[in-house]
């Protein structure tokens, strides 16, 4: 299968992200879990799974951060084609709201209009990463058929899509939204043999995953009868699309040709890539 290490990582953290937001979300639970302690626990995460070959991260600034919109950049890098991202998360609340209204303190702009003009500038697509529990997804939620699948936590939308619609709920954005690991595989999976960390005292059978997962056990099982007509599919190339090239990307959104993308960061293919710390994600699929 391919990517399969990398789509078992994005699995299992949408997973434990969909789930430790449920936790937080009960009323007699005080601890705070955020879109910066999210994401920098799922990109450290993505980095401590694999090697130097596969990922590399590295900062941005405060000022950076401020001036582009974004909480990360996510560079994926394929034979034929390179996908660029710049991204904004977005941490669903307790009432199951999400708060695009968002005004940057030393611009006065929306963060989401800034958002779009940086990736504009740096041909990258302007994506939005949703971290959302179970409860509060209707479209993207699982059924009690298949309750033993994958939760769908970390979800990525177009910000053109969030623009047009707006939206003030997670419920109103799913169908322009896919689940993270779509980027791998398209399809729902079961873990044979799942194995979290979870809390203290906690059973299996209560299905509490906190921090995050362990790798996966046994091996993925793909989910029968599962299909989503997502509107958001065609716009997000999976790793397959960028090593093969067998589709044209050319000209879509946050594409750029991978050896134009070697001119412009040849750091990135000379000797073993090495990983500091967050914010900017190249991640390699060169070998899957």
């Known amino acids: 299968m391919l990517g399969k290490p990398l789509l078992e990582t994005l699995l299992a953290l949408g997973h434990s992200t969909s789930q430790n937001l449920a936790y937080v979300h009960q009323r007699d639970v005080h601890v705070a879990y955020g879109e910066e302690t999210i994401t920098e626990t799922n990109l450290l995460?993505?980095?401590?799974?694999?090697?130097?070959?596969?990922?590399?991260?590295?900062?941005?600034?405060?000022?950076?951060?401020?001036?582009?919109?974004?909480?990360?950049?996510?560079?994926?890098?394929?034979?034929?084609?390179?996908?660029?991202?710049?991204?904004?998360?977005?941490?669903?609340?307790?009432?199951?709201?999400?708060?695009?209204?968002?005004?940057?303190?030393?611009?006065?702009?929306?963060?989401?209009?800034?958002?779009?003009?940086?990736?504009?500038?740096?041909?990258?697509?302007?994506?939005?990463?949703?971290?959302?529990?179970?409860?509060?997804?209707?479209?993207?939620?699982l059924d009690s058929q298949i309750d033993e699948a994958f939760e769908l936590g970390c979800l990525l939308a177009s910000a053109h899509a969030v623009k047009k619609m707006m939206p003030t709920r997670i419920s109103e954005i799913e169908r322009q939204a896919i689940p993270w690991h779509y980027l791998a595989s398209p399809l729902l999976y079961r873990e044979q043999s799942l194995d979290w960390y979870s809390l203290s005292g906690a059973s299996k059978d209560e299905k509490l995953s906190f921090l995050v997962p362990q790798r996966t056990g046994d091996g993925l099982v793909p989910v029968e009868g599962f299909s989503l007509k997502s509107e958001a599919i065609g716009f997000f190339p999976t790793f397959g699309q960028l090593n093969s090239g067998s589709e044209n990307l050319e000209g879509m959104e946050g594409i750029i040709n991978t050896n134009a993308y070697r001119e412009l960061y040849p750091s990135h293919f000379e000797g073993e890539l090495k990983p500091l710390v967050r914010r900017v994600l190249c991640m390699s699929v060169l070998d899957h």
């Open 45 to 141: 995460e993505i980095n401590r799974r694999h090697s130097p070959h596969e990922v590399s991260l590295r900062t941005f600034s405060k000022r950076e951060e401020a001036r582009n919109g974004a909480d990360w950049q996510w560079h994926i890098i394929g034979k034929k084609y390179t996908f660029l991202m710049l991204i904004q998360a977005k941490r669903v609340q307790r009432d199951h709201k999400i708060k695009i209204h968002h005004r940057v303190k030393s611009s006065g702009n929306l963060q989401l209009d800034e958002l779009i003009d940086s990736a504009k500038s740096d041909q990258h697509m302007p994506v939005y990463c949703f971290y959302s529990p179970q409860e509060a997804r209707q479209v993207w939620r």
